[in-house]
């Protein structure tokens, strides 16, 4: 690998007439008085461009999500730039469903003018603002301003977004090209990127996996502020005509929210610099510089439709296929059959809910132990089933449905696998046992034990028949299957599901141990959820009610929900203190969590 160097469920009759006037006042009220969500305030910033010539229109936009009311307190001071005024926000309110619940959320988004009086390198501190009384920040900007923007012949940068008209739910790649012409590719040994948005798209959720191409060599460059990522080189790639050094880099996200999304405008700069020979103040000084921009660019995002929405509808968007297998599938009845279903496609493969046997008419004549999770990315969700046929009158695995919202056909789907053909045999020697039943009729009972002699002096036979034996072995097979179904009903303790429940807890513990910020605590505590209630972490991903015994934690859990996602998205300037998690989750566990 190369581098670059840088610069720098059914309702009741009430609860139904409850539900319709709910319904019917979320239509009639105005979205002020609808509940807000209980997500603590999401704070993002970011410049409409890092690289600007001078007397070009700047621009620093602030986004508050999650809040009521909201002012800018504090505009930063830098000598050389004008910042401000700030003037009066846009509101923007909509709908968003999360894990079942339905809530109003609100974002404010400021455009703050920025004038840059001459040339230069700036720093521009945070911004600060209050939220429904409580006090938040932005973080700190880099602007380059230049007097020439020298490059738009020498280089290009192209930004493109697929698709543009997206769903919430719907994966979109965002891909960057750029480079320069190749006759002056031996003059230039720096080159970086200068990109606001990385890492500042509120509705977009980065994929946790990203496209790599195995084919093209990788390149190491610098973005301004953001580290160093790693890039694809593109070999015989021509730009006007002209053969150029070309580049690709590109980013998976999830769409989360409707709205518009705005990508402000790139910068690729590149060139050459010398490093002086002096000892003892080494510097780089820069002999040729140039700037190409990509366009600004947008992502309209919209609501998945209500009409025609199954109720067994679990969040898959996009294009799927499934598969299945099953092994063994010549069985005794009670045996296990592990029964393997892969779903693969362009669709949200790691955030939809796995379709759960208990609830399919279909599956009545298995016994279902759970599932696991064996694999899970954006190409490709792996689920094992665990079931046991309950008679030799079943003859397949039947067909696993799961609702998919087909965005190439504009609808509901229903995907499932294929019905698998298995052998059921009887249980071993079960006929045998039923047979042995009236075999003997014992003559003798305690009253007619003999004395140990036979009336003719005959030695008495000291041991057991042979059918005694055979009674009592298969008396001990069908104890051992009836306990054995037993303690899977109550719950086997041997299960993958209770092993990862039992050690939940120290895994959490030991997460915390290594995170290093506040978005690995977050990872940690929805993961140690996760383990102990066998739902994913992503179904854990802004809930916070709780069912069963456990639910009167519930307040406790929303406040601790709220305080990780503050500190992770900025509306809290302190991580929650990993004893106060631990002791949470300790309180949990023995509640049955």
Known sequence: MTSIAAASIAPSRRALALCVLVACAAWLLPARALAQATSAPRVSARLSAQVARLGARIELRVDLEGVQRADIVELPKVDGLQ????????KSEYLQIVNGRTSASRTLTWRVPVHAQREGVYEIGPLKLTADGKALQTGAFALTVVKDMLGEELGSFELSIEPQNALVGEPVRIELRFGWDEAINADINYAQLSIPWWGELPGLLERSDQPVDARADRVQLPIVGSGVVACDELAGQQVRGKPFRTFRLRRDFVATRPGRIELPTSTLEFGRYRESRDFFNPRREIVAQYFVNAAEAGLDIAPLPEAGRPAAFSGAVGAVQARARAEPRDVDVGDSIKFEVEWS????????????PLRIDAFKGFRIFGHRELDKTSTRRLVEYDLAPLSTDVKQVPALPLWVYDTGKRAYQEIATEPLSIHVRPLRDAAKLRALGNVDSFDDDLAD???????????????????LWLAALGGLGVAWLALRAFVRRAGDPATPRARARRRALRELERALQQARDANDDRAAWLEFLAQRSGESAAAWDGRDALRGPAQAQAGKLAAAQRRIDAAVWGGSP?????????????????AGL
């Open 345 to 356: 496609g362009n669709a949200n493969l790691e955030f939809f809910e796995p379709p759960d």
């Open 83 to 90: 910042i401000g005024p700030a003037g009066a926000p846009d």
């Open 449 to 467: 034990i003999a004395s140990g002699l036979a009336a003719d002096g005959g030695a008495r036979a000291a041991g057991p028949r042979p059918a």
């Open 574 to 590: 302190e991580r929650v203190r990993r004893e106060e998690l631990l002791a949470l989750a300790g309180e949990l566990v023995e």
